[in-house]
């Protein structure tokens, strides 16, 4: 393992990641004792990039984000392992004075619910321009006059007017726009993006994805996009990481993750997507499931964590844990029998 | 949303409007006094006229001294609305700061403020303040520092429980994420979202006040004679209540009206301030 690892820290440091996470472990305190919810989870993300990162509800995708910006609320939740270089500093062992200075300038978040994620007490406008005021140091007008000018990027129509309306005052695509602009202001170099979609409606995601892109085409942010819609991030995602229980499952770019998955999981999820035009070519099917639930954090099964639920399951998956196995730089699966891997190992 | 709707929103609460309006004239009646009594309330005194019943003159009639009671519980109020608003204004510091820094911090600093918190509430308040009273002295002042002291732990537990919930909002983890500092937070984020409640506390508190002060006024603690205070006359009435009833009537409506317009005007505060009220009224609907 750990010569696995060393390789591909050799590799990364040729390509000089923006973010490259290693190690990292989260445990969320219980009154049975402390429940691992990510474990031993790495990655990278390189300028300009945006990756996806995949998993259903409880795969810690959110808490990983969250470990980045140590946002976990704590107690219950110990960030108890790892490390996440972030232009040369490692963000989790930075004090919390420091990191406020990364934090909505450097990298910024938007989150899952637009609803309540503005203050409702305060103009949008304001909200946008308190940014400005905490991590640029403009003075009140000028702060005023550069969060118009986000408005007016994320293409809020009537500008002037909209600043000084409160979120209530305003559907939830607009102001999922707002979160959107404060989280811009300061040109982050990697924007993580927590579910920004989930809470819309169909026409208005799309309309929100296509402003995350071309933003990131303006600003020349890496994205970091969490989701359990691969449909989402199956056109905009460059690289897609899969989390099933807290461990990375899956890692590849978009067109091997979906042509030819080779973790089990991600190859049941893909089946699980409706796709148009599939009668046409399979004929009629029944959409394909993933039969049980997520194994409870606390309750691990003792070998790979999606052994009690795999179609192709072994004695060995039930008491060995798979280890993750780099095929390149961008492609890894934890699995004792990849679906697609050849015999040397290539995709 | 003109002002104009905004004013007629708020002309539909009918607790807020009556008892608004109460407060409003007993507060003009504070601030105008001079020009409502027809009489000075403290040297206007005539043993000749002493008890009279109610008259023409005399519209809330005489007391024991001769002085006008319409008079005395006009400059009455000066006294009731200061204590109220001084108290409130002590009680409600100590207690937004105590429950701002409990409820953000929590912890140990929690435990101790609420510890604290509880042992004021096992007190009873009229015995709190009459323990600081005699330490202090009767008089006016002490009684302001013995009420302020006394009752701020509702607004602090309030604030802590509102601060509680705020702080998990998506807002404040948003306002987290964007690297805002703790004060920012505490004073920017969650304090504004947070005032509605403490708002109709203190005003709830005030009348309180008003009636401990009345309470301490009677036991002889609060304003001394011959300062016109509400309390204070009741206790000198109490003698007569059966030879010269309107020496206590009329300081006591005083007391009684005041105290439920308070009330009615917190009340009326908690029911437009309550988010939940704020969304039917104004239909959120996006434009």
């Known amino acids: ?347 | 949303m003109n002002m104009h709707q905004r004013i007629l929103r708020l002309l539909r609460q009918k607790n807020l409007v009556i008892g608004g309006s109460f407060v409003a004239i007993i507060v003009l009646m504070a601030i105008f006094a001079p020009l409502i009594a027809p009489f000075d309330p403290v040297s206007d005194a005539d043993l000749m006229r002493s008890e009279m019943r109610p008259d023409g003159t005399f519209i809330f009639g005489t007391d024991t001294h001769g002085r006008d009671v319409f008079s005395r519980v006009v400059y009455g109020a000066r006294i009731s609305l200061s204590v109220g608003l001084i108290t409130q204004i002590i009680n409600t510091f100590i207690g937004v700061s105590l429950g701002l820094l409990a409820g953000y911090w929590g912890g140990k600093t929690d435990d101790m403020i609420m510890g604290l918190t509880n042992i004021m509430l096992s007190i009873p308040v009229v015995v709190f303040a009459l323990a600081i009273m005699a330490s202090l002295g009767p008089g006016l002042i002490n009684l302001y520092i013995a009420l302020g002291l006394t009752n701020w732990s509702y607004s602090c537990r309030i604030t802590r429980a509102q601060v509680l919930s705020a702080k998990k909002a998506d807002y404040v983890k948003a306002a987290h994420s964007l690297g805002y500092g703790h004060i920012r937070i505490m004073f920017g984020q969650i304090m504004p979202n947070i005032l509605g409640p403490v708002l109709v506390i203190t005003t709830l508190g005030a009348a309180e006040a008003i009636l401990l002060e009345a309470a301490l006024s009677f036991l002889g603690l609060g304003a001394q004679p011959p300062t016109p205070s509400w309390g204070g006359m009741l206790s000198s009435a109490r003698n007569q209540f059966f030879t010269a009833p309107w020496l206590s009537i009329f300081p006591g409506l005083a007391i009684f009206v005041t105290v439920l317009a308070l009330n009615l005007f917190g009340d009326g505060l908690r029911d437009i301030l309550d988010p939940r009220n704020k969304a039917k009224n104004v239909g959120s609907k996006p434009k």
Request: hydrophobic share 40%; net charge negative; proline share 7%.
């Open chain 1, 1 to 347: 393992m750990n010569e696995i690892k060393e390789n591909i820290l050799g590799d990364i440091e040729k390509v000089e990641p923006l973010l490259k996470v290693d190690g990292l472990c989260v445990s969320f305190d219980s009154p049975n004792g402390p429940v691992p919810v990510v474990r031993d989870v790495g990655f990278y993300i390189n300028p300009g990039e945006i990756v996806g990162l995949v998993g259903e509800s409880g795969s810690g995708k959110s808490v990983t984000a969250l470990s980045l910006l140590s946002l976990i609320p704590s107690p219950p939740g110990h960030i108890t392992a790892g490390r996440s270089i972030f232009e040369g500093n490692d963000l989790l062992k930075m004090p919390n004075k420091r990191l406020r200075k990364i934090r909505g300038n450097r990298i910024s978040m938007i989150f899952q619910e637009p609803m309540t994620s503005l203050n409702p007490l305060m103009s949008v406008g304001d909200q946008i321009a308190e940014v400005f005021r905490l991590h640029v140091g403009s003075s009140k007008v000028e702060a005023k006059e550069l969060a118009l000018k986000m408005l007016k990027k994320v293409q809020i129509p009537a500008p002037e007017k909209r600043m000084k309306e409160f979120p209530f005052q305003m559907s939830g695509g607009m102001r999922q726009r707002i979160m959107i602009a404060m989280a811009l202001c300061c040109n982050p170099t990697l924007l993580i993006a927590d579910e920004p979609t989930t809470a819309l409606d169909v026409t208005i995601q799309s309309e929100i994805m296509d402003l995350i892109i071309e933003m990131r085409q303006e600003f020349g942010s890496a994205v970091l996009m969490i989701t359990h819609d691969l449909g989402v991030i199956a056109e905009t995602a460059e690289r897609i990481i899969v989390m099933y229980a807290g461990q990375i499952v899956e890692t590849g770019s978009v067109n091997e993750i979906f042509d030819a998955p080779a973790h089990p999981y991600t190859n049941a999820l893909l089946q699980s997507l409706p796709v148009l035009g599939r009668r046409a070519r399979f004929g009629r099917q029944r959409l394909q499931e993933i039969t049980g639930t997520v194994p409870d954090p606390a309750d691990l099964p003792a070998g790979c964590a999606f052994s009690n639920r795999c179609p192709n399951v072994q004695d060995i998956c039930k008491d060995t844990s798979p280890l993750l196995n780099e095929t390149n730089i961008q492609r890894s699966v934890r699995c004792h029998f990849p679906l697609t891997l050849n015999s040397d190992g290539e995709a």
